[in-house]
């Protein structure tokens, strides 16, 4: 970030300083992109309870680009290759839940560190490559070209594509396995799917907030929205809004201060969950949460 | 392998490295039991944030790493009923704590000795831990604190078994539920942060779940799973550090985490072949007493014979 622009308290003036900054307008755009794509997956992540395998299957994003780099190939192969594999692994080794609490996370933990290990050795064997780590764990926004964002957008449509269409379903599936079952909906199929697109959503994130921070655009923007309202399409608007909002405003605060974006966005995303937090207590009797979305969104779903 | 010994920083590391094993392990497995392996992970992170303040302001590491993780290992089970958090609860909080570890990282990096490789390698040693570099003087503080864990927690072992396998039954029979369990996450935040310093924060479920995770593949018995999940623990960190000394470049972190998994995996392995061959007569089992036994008889799985017969004999049906 440079640290000689000051914050003048015009906003006109500062954002047009920002703008003049090609690497700013494009941290804008990708952010942009990242926002929207984290904010839907992760709302459905949220609403599925699977917030530990999420966060597991953004921390392969680190060995995969660090491999990568070992490998000679372009990181982005890495992210995408370990971040979908993580989602495949768990998703075939977990029985539908079904196999014991104790047994998944304790699962879901091994695969993880196990990963993370590979992370380590792959940067042991690349010697001089330490610095390097920080920033795949931490992102580096300003890095971005004109090429990654067109990347960045493809996939993003893809992932968006393939979730308008197992919306439905992988909704009904979430809030009522076994209802949904009975209706002959594939939810064993779908939980698989989903940890896929999940697995390809962090690997799109991750090039730009870093493996540890992903997981803050995937979970607080959807808790926050669910916080909000029970009504699942409108929390699903809220927490794309929540997304944008943090994301554009980390952004613009990174660029004014010499404090990096990750430490920004968290802090406003976790600031927005507080409020939230407090709305819901204050706003209790009309119920929000986990199990009233569910509630409301079998009701939405058993309608028409 | 008898030269090893003479290099006083691998006898250090064998020292802490026991007690800090044996405290996760023993941790591990009631974290494991309790399924609250993601409580465990977020405790980690904390610790990196906790080590990475001290730093910044200046303090020793180790004092930013022990509050703040017991600190938020108490508040994480306060956050939660019954002194369980929810996990949403716990993602927001430490996704948030993970970027004040980031503000702290660049404060530490700006105000304190330039830039360059030294501070890159401050990160790393909390993120992947430093094994290697323990004085003779951390070493014992790691191997007295693991066995202080270690003491506390066999001493509250059974009621706290009873309290995770029926808390219901626990609380009425008098069992102080909410209490065990604070004391509890004390402990972990405790263990958490001694091996942050050993693996670092980032691989320190390589140590927690993984010996956990394998004692309860071997056995259904809580205490001998809770005997098995310390002594794979600790025999995990020994040939861990063993091959870390005989093949140079291996860091020592991956090591320890790469023999615990491969642990688990061979015990997966062991136990498919064997309910493969054990599945027929396995239904007798099924039939125990349905009254809650002694603890020390509990089985964890009561309902794994049963379970096993119906998978194996419905889809194929050749009899």
Known sequence: MPTDSGLSWNPVTDIDQMWQLDSMVSAYRAGTIVAVLAAVVGWFMVLRRQTFAGHTVALAGFPGAAAAVFLGVSASWGYFGFCIGAGAVIAALARNGKGGMAEESALTGIVQSFTLACGMLFVALYKGFLNGVNSLLFGSFLGVTSGDIAVLAAVAAVVLIVMALIGRPLLFASVDPSVADARGVPSRMLGVLFLVVLGATTAEVSQITGSLLVFALLVMPAATAQRVTARPALSLVLSVLFALAVTWFGLGAAYFSPYPIGFWITTFAFGCYLLANVYGFFARRRGTGRRRVAEVAMTVLGAS | ?319
């Not at chain 2, 930013?64 to 996990?87: E, M, N, Q």
């Not at chain 2, 949403?88 to 304190?112: D, E, K, P, Q, S």
């Open chain 2, 1 to 319: 392998m008898i030269s090893m010994f003479s290099h006083p920083f691998m006898v250090y590391a064998l020292l802490g490295g026991t007690g800090i094993a044996a405290a996760c392990g023993a941790v591990g497995f009631f974290l494991v039991l309790r399924a609250q392996v993601f409580t465990g992970d977020a405790l980690s992170h904390v610790a990196f944030t906790g080590a990475l303040a001290a730093l910044a302001f200046g303090v020793d590491l180790r004092i930013g790493l022990f509050t703040a993780t017991i600190a938020v290992a108490l508040l994480l089970g306060a956050l939660g009923r019954r002194g369980r958090a929810d996990d949403v609860v716990i993602g927001n909080v430490f996704a948030w704590i993970l970027g004040l570890g980031v503000f702290f990282l660049t404060m530490y990096t700006t105000n304190r000795s330039g830039s360059g490789s030294g501070n890159g390698s401050a990160t790393i040693n909390v993120l992947f831990g430093s094994i290697l570099g323990l004085s003779s003087s951390q070493a014992q503080t790691a191997l007295w604190i693991g066995l202080g864990v270690v003491a506390v927690l066999l001493f509250i072992a059974r009621p706290l078994l009873f309290a995770t396998l029926d808390e219901a039954v626990a609380a009425a029979r008098g069992v102080p539920v909410r209490v065990l369990a604070f004391v509890f996450l004390a402990l972990v935040g405790a263990a958490t942060a001694e091996a942050t310093q050993a693996v670092g924060a980032l691989l320190l479920l390589g140590l927690v779940a993984a010996p956990a995770g394998t004692a309860l593949v071997l056995t259904d018995r809580p205490f001998r799973g809770l005997g098995v999940a310390i002594v794979l623990a600790v025999g995990e960190m020994w040939v861990g550090l063993t091959l870390a000394y005989l093949v140079p470049r291996m860091p020592p972190s991956f090591s320890i985490t790469a023999v615990g998994t491969f642990a688990y995996a061979a015990a997966m392995i062991y136990r498919s072949v064997n309910r493969r061959r054990a599945a027929v007569p396995a239904s007798a089992a099924s039939t125990a007493s349905p009254v809650f036994p002694s603890p020390s008889r509990v089985r964890l799985r009561p309902s794994t014979a049963s379970t096993t017969t119906h998978n194996t004999a419905a889809p194929h049906a050749k009899y």
